[in-house]
Each structure stands twice: as C-alpha cells, then as structure tokens.
C-alpha cells in the first residue's frame, strides 16, 4: 500500500472543499500582477490564504507560460512543530490536497540518500503547513508533476544549497522556497524590517536571523545556490497581514520572489 500524507490544515489555511479551494486560487491568480519572467526559483508565503494567498499569487502567476515543461517541483519551508536536525524528507509516496494527489519523486529522493543533513522523519510533515499551503496552487498551474518535500530545521546554507544542487536539473525542474518574514510586529516595525530583508535577497546578501524570515535557512540556501548559478532575484510583492485581513498592530509580512537565469525576460 501506499504511504500518503494527508493534507493536515485544509480547512484552516485555505478551504477544504475543492470546488471552493478551486474559485480562490483562481481569484487569487486572477486578481495578482502577471509576470514577465522565466523563473528557476521562487520564495513563496505559506500563511492562511485570506492573508498570503495574493502574495503567493503573484509569484505562480510565472509559471503560466512554462507550466507544459516543469515536471519537478523541489519544495522547502521551514518546521514550524517539530524540531529536526537536518533537512527531512516525509517517507511517503504521495502528498494529497483537497484537489487530488501529487506523487513523490523517488529518483530526487534516492539522489540525496547519500548526503547526511537529508533525513527521514514523517513527523516533521505530519502537521506542517509551510509545504501544504503551496500545493494547491502548484496543482492548479502546472500540467504535470512530482515533488520532493523537505522540512527545512537546524542546517547551514550550504548544507541547503547542496541539496539543491543535487536536486538542481535543468527547465524541467522548479525550486519554490516556502516563508513568511517577520512576525507579530507592528505595521510600521513590520515594513521597517521587511524593507531590509527584502534588500538583503535583492543583493544576494544571507538573511542573518530567523526574526526576519521564519524560512531564513532555505532562504539562505537558496542565494548561496543563486550565486554558484548566477541567478538574479526579482522582487514580486512585499506587504503584510495588515495590508491584507489583519489589524496593524500585530502583523506577518509576505513576500514573494522570482530567481531568473541571466535576467530572463519574456
């Protein structure tokens, strides 16, 4: 039998009922600026829909045009329950959302058996929401694909970008990095911040606390693998929970971003 890892906050973050889910995605796509780049990569929120699902939205809006030929989706987000050395895979054989199943790539998960960050720990994946909140979105843009899940914990950046790197391939494959930045600041305090980490990205410069981004490791992981292959990254929105369903005194920031290869412009 299969090993499935059921969708553990549909219901919560985003509407269980698929016909519903369905309507909010494509509002929310609608609804977000198109996109004139070709990314290898993007940096995704992971916050219920009602207050990241247009950030989110902005970024997926990229994949329209080359959604025929990605076939690979590597996903990171942080742990946000359970704390784990390493970078987890969940040991399953296929993540499932309200709008059906994604099956686990078992060849990306073979090609990292060999790298000893990388563990199997189906706990880390059993409640997270970091990875979840970004497969319906996934599924409602892309044709056709497999995943490879990892629970990003304690790890450096270079432990990150070698896993990337292994997992790297070619058009086929896409990287999406899962993370909100900062948390519960006012909205002032909140733009303050955000403005600097967004800065820190845009130069390719590491995020150097988790205050800034509850994702800063696969965020970090991910410049030091945008340096090695010369990406550039463009930012696709910036704003908080205070811009979106929530009150200013209290916020969570968003923000969303696309890596390109050589500038890619369509």
Known sequence: MPIIRPPAVAGMFYPADPEQLTRDVQQFLLDAPSCNL???????????????????????????????????????????????????????????????????????VSALAHLPQVIIHPDAHALEHSLEVQLPFLQMILDDFTLIPLAVGMATPEEVAQVLEVLWGGDETLIVISSDLSHFLTY??????????????????????????????????????AQQHH????????RNSGDTAGTPDRVVGYTAFAFTAEDQIR
């Open 188 to 225: 002032e305090s909140a733009q303050h911040t955000d403005k600097k980490s967004v800065g820190a990205i845009l130069q390719l410069q590491q995020l150097v606390s988790h205050e800034q981004a509850c994702g800063a490791t696969p965020i970090n992981g991910l410049i030091v693998a």
């Open 231 to 238: 990406l550039t990254p463009h930012l696709l929105d910036l």
């Open 38 to 108: 070709i990314p290898k990569a993007l940096i995704v929120p992971h916050a219920g829909y009602v207050y990241s699902g247009i950030v989110a939205a902005s970024a997926y809006n990229c994949l329209k045009p080359i959604a025929s030929q990605i076939r690979k989706v590597v996903l990171l987000g942080p742990t946000h329950r359970v704390a784990i050395r390493g970078l987890a895979l969940p040991g399953a054989d296929r993540f499932e959302t309200p709008l059906g199943s994604i099956e686990i790539d078992q060849i990306g």
